[in-house]
């Protein structure tokens, strides 16, 4: 007898965390919904989410597919997304070369070198504040066990602010 008003908690506990899962997973699922694909003269087709877009590319510059992305803005990327992506073609290699260095430093720590076949670029973040403020996003699957989140590089005005590993 004495016992019983110990279910009520539990059970309400274990409803709420229920809730809590349901409905985590809702907005997950809807985050994840394409609502709309359109065709943008420079990156093509660009899939549309609930708070940002994407589009794949696969341009030579990159050594392999990439996603690239930016907050959603309205029917098509801003003019700001493609010009900041625009310089990022031109100027990559500068770019890869500073992720290095900075890769390299974290590295140091855990007692590896990398090399620029190391650093597979895996995206592209624009962001639409500004032309050049944009992120880099590295997989570096050579050493996954000690990196296995990649790296990314965080650029203002096309100058590398922050390089850090994605944990």
């Known amino acids: 007898m004495s016992g019983w008003w110990l279910a009520l908690p539990i059970g309400l506990s274990a409803l709420m965390a229920f809730g809590i899962y349901f409905w985590a997973g809702r907005h997950q ?7 709309k694909t359109t065709i943008h003269p420079i990156l093509g087709e660009v899939r549309h989410y609930r708070s940002r877009w994407e589009a794949i590319s696969d341009a030579p ?4 597919q990439i996603t690239i992305s930016g ?31 900075a890769a390299n430093e974290m590295a140091k720590e855990m007692g590896i070198v990398l090399t620029t076949k190391d ?21 570096i699957p ?8 990649g790296a990314t ?5 096309y100058t590398l602010e922050e390089f850090s590993d994605n944990h």
């Open 153 to 157: 590089g965080q650029y203002i005005d």
């Open 29 to 35: 699922k809807r985050e994840q919904m394409v609502l």
């Open 71 to 101: 907050d959603i803005t309205g029917d098509y990327p801003l003019e700001i997304h493609v010009e900041t992506l625009k310089e990022i073609q031109k100027r990559y290699p500068a770019f890869l070369a500073d992720c290095l260095v």
């Open 61 to 64: 510059e990159w050594g392999r």
């Open 142 to 149: 050579a050493y996954e066990d000690k990196i296995p989140w």
């Open 119 to 139: 650093l597979c670029l895996d995206s592209i973040y624009l962001s639409g504040d500004q032309p050049g403020e944009f992120s880099l996003f590295y997989d």
